[in-house]
């Protein structure tokens, strides 16, 4: 299995939870420009990553990816412990993060998609901001006495890491949200974050 990432991007959960299965993988670390180079977009024509490949099958969206490397490698234990109770718990964090979580970092990362008006930024920023502080403060109260988001260590986890990097790049006030920092805490010991985040130059 061969996954594509660029340094920080939301595909270096991926590269977490493969680090997280113990078994072996390829890495290919790609930039702004590699992600748009013929060679890329042959294998995601969206030139974003994440992409792996496993032998002839090609697979994009990070969930998905989730998906395929927690159903994979079962024995780590990425969707639970084989149950559909904790399968679908970690699938729902991993859903809160892909789909409501990670969304609402955009008009922080590019407020021209979503305003004309240069001189509007910083409100649709400030906007977004409090989008993003007030959907930790749900993960916050989930973690509330549990070490993982889904109340035991799933692919749900490493994004939602990943985020919280975002927050810490972009100042987002996360304070008092004390159930998550030590949850940032708890991953950055991690031999697997540590591991991941080594490789792709962000240790």
């Given at each position: 299995?061969?996954?594509?990432?660029?340094?920080?991007?939301?595909?270096?959960?991926?590269?977490i939870?493969?680090?997280?299965?113990?078994?072996?993988?390829?890495?290919?670390?790609?930039?702004?420009?590699?992600?748009?180079?013929?060679?890329?977009?042959?294998?995601?024509?969206?030139?974003?990553?994440?992409?792996?490949?496993?032998?002839?099958?090609?697979?994009?969206?990070?969930?998905?990816?989730?998906?395929?490397?927690?159903?994979?490698?079962?024995?780590?234990?990425?969707?639970?412990d084989?149950?559909?109770?904790?399968?679908?718990?970690?699938?729902?964090?991993?859903?809160?993060?892909?789909?409501?979580?990670?969304?609402?970092?955009?008009?922080?990362?590019?407020p021209?998609?979503?305003?004309?008006?240069?001189?509007?930024?910083?409100?649709?920023?400030?906007?977004?901001?409090?989008?993003?502080?007030?959907?930790?403060?749900?993960?916050?109260?989930q973690?509330?006495?549990?070490?993982?988001?889904?109340?035991?260590?799933?692919?749900?986890?490493?994004?939602?890491?990943?985020?919280?990097?975002?927050?810490q790049?972009?100042?987002?006030?996360?304070?008092?949200?004390?159930?998550?920092?030590?949850?940032?805490?708890?991953?950055?010991?991690?031999?697997?974050?540590?591991?991941?985040?080594?490789?792709?130059?962000?240790?």
């Open positions: 299995m061969k996954l594509y990432t660029k340094p920080g991007a939301c595909s270096t959960a991926d590269h939870a493969l680090q997280w299965t113990g078994q072996p993988f390829q890495l290919e670390i790609l930039d702004k420009d590699s992600m748009k180079a013929p060679g890329y977009l042959a294998i995601n024509p969206s030139g974003a990553v994440p992409a792996i490949v496993d032998g002839d099958f090609v697979l994009t969206q990070n969930a998905a990816i989730m998906g395929y490397i927690a159903d994979t490698y079962p024995e780590a234990g990425l969707a639970g084989g149950s559909p109770r904790q399968r679908a718990e970690a699938a729902r964090w991993l859903a809160f993060v892909n789909s409501d979580l990670h969304p609402a970092f955009k008009p922080l990362f590019a021209a998609n979503y305003i004309a008006d240069a001189g509007q930024f910083d409100a649709v920023k400030h906007s977004a901001k409090q989008r993003v502080r007030a959907l930790f403060e749900v993960a916050d109260r973690l509330a006495g549990k070490h993982w988001i889904a109340g035991f260590r799933s692919f749900a986890d490493p994004y939602l890491y990943i985020t919280l990097r975002w927050a790049g972009l100042k987002i006030d996360l304070s008092g949200l004390e159930n998550l920092a030590a949850f940032k805490a708890r991953m950055e010991a991690d031999p697997g974050v540590q591991a991941a985040l080594k490789v792709e130059g962000l240790a």
